[in-house]
């Protein structure tokens, strides 16, 4: 089947055109920093954005899609599963 948008430019606000499973870590940091991160079970999320900020979201709900890039999803303090960087 042909892609009609092969040609369009890929915007932050569309559609991901690829995905990883996350293992949350401490030290390791993306190679390609997602647009945007799917958390599958519930809980918190630990994680270190592009412009350096620690931080958690706390009760994330599973099933839920955050806008977000980040440079590395932490372990220490991540309890959410089925963490998906989408690219």
Same mark, same amino acid.
């Given at each position: 089947?042909?892609?009609?948008? !092969?040609?369009?430019? &890929? %915007?932050?606000?569309?559609?991901? #055109? %690829? !995905?990883? %499973?996350?293992? +949350?870590?401490?030290?390791?940091?993306?190679s #390609? +920093? &997602?647009?945007a $991160?799917?958390?599958?079970?519930?809980g918190? $999320?630990?994680?270190? #954005?592009?412009s350096?900020?620690?931080?958690?979201? =706390? %009760?994330?709900?599973?099933?839920?899609? $955050? &806008?977000?890039r980040?440079?590395?999803?932490?372990? =220490?303090? #991540? =309890?959410?599963?089925g963490? /998906?960087?989408? /690219?």
């Amino acid at each position: 089947m042909p892609d009609l948008f !092969a040609n369009v430019h &890929p %915007s932050l606000s569309g559609p991901a #055109t %690829s !995905a990883f %499973s996350v293992t +949350p870590s401490d030290t390791a940091e993306f190679s #390609t +920093p &997602p647009r945007a $991160l799917y958390v599958g079970g519930d809980g918190d $999320l630990a994680i270190k #954005t592009l412009s350096g900020d620690v931080v958690t979201l =706390t %009760s994330v709900a599973g099933g839920s899609i $955050l &806008p977000i890039r980040v440079a590395r999803v932490l372990s =220490t303090g #991540t =309890t959410a599963t089925g963490i /998906v960087g989408l /690219v």
